[in-house]
């Protein structure tokens, strides 16, 4: 069934597929249990947590300065000390705050260590440490601004059952979510008459040679980073393919189970030849190998390239670049030759997802999980959605037309696309990855020839199957 076309709809459908990345469990003698929530609990106790505003705390905090920037965490952190001046923050920002992170988790100093931090990539090692605190009471928590109503109840409808946990156990509560796919300038496409919704894989394939035909470059993405083209871009098509072939259920299982076959999967193949295909034809842009992000993004907004496979952060990403007359458009490519059928779009986690360090005091890490409660307040994801292009998480958001305006126009664009034609989002989460070192080898036998690929140079099929040669190890050194 195509979905509503009212806007509060479509996004409440949008965040019902929002999922974080599941932080780690912490270790049964580091885990604080639930603030008791009464006035008399302390001396100048806050009604909503029991907690003392009479004793001092500093949190120190990891932000990612990603697409979306910091000025949403710097905003709710505003909010939250204006409202707790006996809480203070001792911040660090940085785009590489990840690589900052691991350095930390490796020295395993838990005094220097941040008290707040985003996931990173040794995120299933320090699950199995238990180096990250459980959150699960504040699901059962009431919210400032909804009284009455827990937090699990007032999210959108879906997040609190899908959202991602190890163990059972909760880490963090979904902030914002994103969705990912083709973003151009639908001024250009307008003046040139290019299809702006390919219904299909041959409508698809013709407006990029329709495009070529013009000097310019179809599709650029940022060759430094391939995960660009095979996870915003592509990283569904697999789950799109498999419901085109009817082998849909049979996927999602071995999919979520981070079973063989995986990079040689009859899906994934399909996917890497056609764009195998694509290269052969030229429609990639030539030294995509040597551009970052921002790179790629410029030379779509410079009408270098019309179409960048990235996230709806672009727009705040490039708000300093945008050309004036500049309107977003979005697109999601069609794999199959049904117009009829479900176009799968990239839909997970977008800013948020913090998590804390498990061994810190009992008070600074009570005062921690208060913060990460304050990000769902309407306040903060009000200005989020405005300011930083996030997707909100609140069922009550789209309540008030105001808050809807201040939706980001990237964002949506998404939006309009959902309202016209037949989508599906997929989080594409691995619910039993593996994680021996020979999966990061085989992902790294995979990324390595992304570019060759797309570029036309290199046959995908020898380098998936290779990839699964590899894996195969993990998956045997996993069960010794």
């Given amino acids: 069934m195509y979905r509503n076309k009212k806007l509060s709809v479509l996004l409440m459908f949008v965040l019902v597929f929002t999922v974080v990345i599941a932080g780690c469990s912490s270790k049964d003698k580091s885990t604080s249990s639930s603030p008791e929530v009464s006035a008399n609990t302390k001396p100048n106790a806050s009604p909503e947590n029991g907690l003392s505003k009479d004793e001092k705390v500093k949190i120190k905090i990891a932000i990612d300065e990603n697409g979306y920037g910091r000025a949403w965490v710097d905003n709710a952190i505003k909010i939250f000390t204006t409202k707790y001046p006996n809480v203070s923050f001792e911040t660090t920002a940085s785009p590489k705050i990840g690589e900052m992170v691991n350095t930390k988790i490796a020295a395993n100093n838990d005094t220097d260590m941040f008290d707040i931090f985003p996931g990173t990539a040794n995120v299933t090692t320090i699950m199995k440490l238990g180096k990250v605190e ?30 991602a946990r ?29 299809n702006k919704s390919p219904q299909t894989w041959d409508e698809f394939v ?22 660009y083209l095979y996870s915003f871009g592509l990283g569904v098509k697999p789950f799109e393919i498999a419901e085109n072939n009817g082998t849909l259920d049979a996927f999602i299982k071995n999919f979520r189970n981070d079973q063989l076959p995986k990079y040689a999967s009859p899906e994934n193949i399909e996917m890497w030849q056609k764009i195998y295909g694509l290269g052969q034809k030229g429609y990639f842009a ?45 697109m999601t490519i069609p794999f199959g030759n049904d117009p009829k059928q479900t176009k799968w779009i990239a839909n997970d986690a977008g800013s948020g997802g913090m998590l804390i360090w498990a061994n810190k005091p009992e008070l600074t890490k009570k005062w921690a999980k208060e913060f990460l409660l304050s990000l769902t307040t309407l306040e903060v994801q009000t200005f989020n959605a405005e300011n930083a292009g996030i997707f909100p998480v609140r069922k009550d958001f789209t309540q008030d037309a105001a808050r809807m305006a ?35 080898s085989a992902k790294k036998i995979f990324t390595e020839a992304v570019n060759q690929i797309a570029l036309g140079n290199q046959d995908p099929v020898p380098i998936l199957e290779k990839a699964d040669k590899k894996f195969k190890e993990a998956i045997d050194a996993q069960k010794k």
């Fill in 206 to 227: 013709k407006l990029l040679a329709d495009i070529k035909a013009t000097g310019l470059a179809p599709i650029t993405y940022a060759g430094v980073y391939p995960d």
């Fill in 406 to 440: 201040k939706v980001q126009d990237a964002p949506r664009a998404v939006l309009d696309y959902i309202a016209k034609n037949k989508t599906r989002f997929e989080s594409m989460r691995i619910l039993n990855r593996v994680d021996d070192p020979a999966a990061v």
């Fill in 286 to 330: 030539p030294g995509l190998a040597a551009m970052n992000h921002t790179q790629s993004q410029m030379m779509m907004l410079q009408h270098k390239a019309a179409l960048v496979p990235t996230g709806d952060w672009i727009q705040n990403e490039m708000k300093t670049a945008i050309p004036e007359g500049f309107k977003w458009g979005f």
């Fill in 134 to 163: 459980a959150i699960d009471d504040l699901w059962e928590r009431e919210l400032s601004d909804a009284p009455g109503k827990k937090l699990k109840d007032i999210l959108a409808d879906g997040v609190y059952d899908n959202h």
């Fill in 166 to 194: 190890y163990d059972g156990k909760t880490y963090n509560i979904p902030v914002g979510g994103y969705t990912a796919g083709l973003f151009f300038d639908t001024v250009l496409f307008d003046k040139n008459g290019w």
